[in-house]
């Protein structure tokens, strides 16, 4: 029987985690959910699953989850102190699938308290890659990567030779705007990038997707993840999101992974620890496909993809910083106070401002993430406000 916790379990990756739970559910004891403003679906999901302590983030809600889990042995927690608590029960698996850089806190305490993590939560590797990777190795937990590409990326170089690795492709839809131009993507509103052709997923992602941050996320993911130099990432828009990922070999020889966009097949890799298990997804059935078209991306449209590029480069606290800054700049956007392609400029121009300040180059410590965190939503705040 293994441990498992949810961190983020009321939202996609969380749900589908659970559904994964629930077709073998003599293998898993569910310890830990957390949750945030929808707790009618956390209350149903610790009372299906039985789980042991569950959590909102929010705080207001506290009475509400513990009505409706009034009678039911299970314990209730609230706020950000209730996630960590969460967080800190011994679990063998825990998932990382809080959206954006609140789930950086809760996934370290996890691997703190000796929980291998699967990590959907890109942001923390983001912010904080270099600290989570110190935690997991000085207590001798996992880090599994849960997105699709980096799934795919460590199913394509499992037992290859690091040496033999000479690049690797990730690939990106485009997301819902892959066929506008630039000139089209000026005044596109918040609900038309809401809409994910493949996908589906969180709304802050979905964005995230039509905008190429979340390539851009994704790039320094997979430099922390694997340990890849710039030169040897490269990004091509796949508009059918079957491949998610190529490994290029120094003999000429490539790797492609090819699998269906449900997030199971990856949550499922990472769940089973590299064994497969059988999942009821829908086929990819080549021939009915025909093609499978790779193209560059063109960086005057997807200029978010550009700075994800010069984060890798630049190192140190920029990571921490570039995501805070989108964070900042897609609330923004999704309150119709900046446009679709303002994000980017907020995000470049909070970078510079940071940079011209030589505030990015510190060690990546726990204090200066989240001092820069806050440094670079201010200072993008301060930015919007200049519109
Ligand atoms: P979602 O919006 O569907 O769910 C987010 C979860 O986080 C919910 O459980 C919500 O209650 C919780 N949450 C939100 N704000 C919180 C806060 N301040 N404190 C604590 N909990 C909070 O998002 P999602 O699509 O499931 O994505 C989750 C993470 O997984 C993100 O980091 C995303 O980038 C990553 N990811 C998602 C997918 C996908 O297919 N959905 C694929 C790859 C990676
Ligand atoms: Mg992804």
Redesign the pocket.
Do not use: L, P
């Given at each position: 029987m293994k441990n498992i916790s949810i961190l983020?379990?009321?939202?996609?990756?969380?749900q589908n985690t659970l559904d994964l739970i629930s077709r073998d559910r003599q293998k898993f004891k569910v310890v830990g959910l957390?949750?945030?403003?929808?707790i009618e679906l956390l209350a149903e999901s610790a009372i299906k699953f039985k789980a042991d302590v569950v959590a909102t983030?929010n705080d207001s809600k506290f009475h509400d989850l513990k009505e409706m889990l009034s009678g039911h042995q299970i314990e209730v927690c609230a706020g950000k102190n209730g996630?960590l608590e969460v967080a800190s029960r011994q679990a063998d698996w825990v998932m990382s699938?809080?959206?954006?850089s609140?789930?950086l806190l809760p996934g370290l305490k996890a691997l703190e308290v000796g929980s291998n993590l699967a990590l959907?939560?890109?942001?923390s590797m983001v912010a904080a890659g270099p600290i989570m990777k110190r935690m997991a190795k000085a207590k001798g937990v996992k880090l599994m990567p849960?997105?699709?590409e980096h799934s795919a990326i460590s199913q394509v170089i499992r037992g290859e030779e690091r040496s033999s690795l000479s690049k690797i492709i990730i690939t990106a839809s485009g997301g819902a705007f892959r066929d506008l131009t630039k000139a089209d993507l000026i005044g596109v509103t918040p609900d038309q990038a809401s809409m994910h052709p493949n996908?589906t997923?969180?709304?802050?992602?979905t964005i995230d997707s039509a905008s190429l941050f979340n390539k851009a996320l994704e790039v320094i993911e997979a430099k922390e993840l694997f340990d890849l130099s710039i030169s040897e990432i490269e990004v091509l828009i796949h508009p059918q999101s079957l491949v998610h990922a190529i490994a290029c070999f120094c003999d000429g020889g490539m790797k492609a992974h090819i699998g269906p966009p449900d997030?199971r097949h990856a949550i499922a890799y990472a769940l089973y620890e590299e064994k497969r298990f059988n999942l009821p997804v829908d086929e990819v059935n080549l021939s009915e496909i025909g093609t499978l078209d790779f193209e560059k991306p063109d960086l005057s449209k997807y200029p978010a993809l550009r700075l994800g590029f010069d984060v890798l480069q630049q190192g140190g606290l920029a990571g921490a910083a570039f995501n805070a800054a989108k964070e900042e700049a897609l609330d923004n956007f999704l309150d119709y106070k900046l446009s679709f392609l303002g994000m980017a400029d907020i995000v470049r121009a909070t970078m510079e401002e940071l940079t011209s300040k030589n505030l990015l180059s510190s060690e990546v410590e726990l204090e200066a993430v989240i001092e820069i965190d806050l440094q670079a939503r201010s200072v993008a705040k301060t930015f919007v406000e200049k519109i």
């Open positions: 983020g379990a009321t939202g996609s990756i969380g957390t949750g945030a403003s929808n983030a996630v699938s809080i959206v954006g609140a789930g959907a939560n890109k942001e849960v997105d699709s996908w997923m969180g709304q802050r992602i997030m």
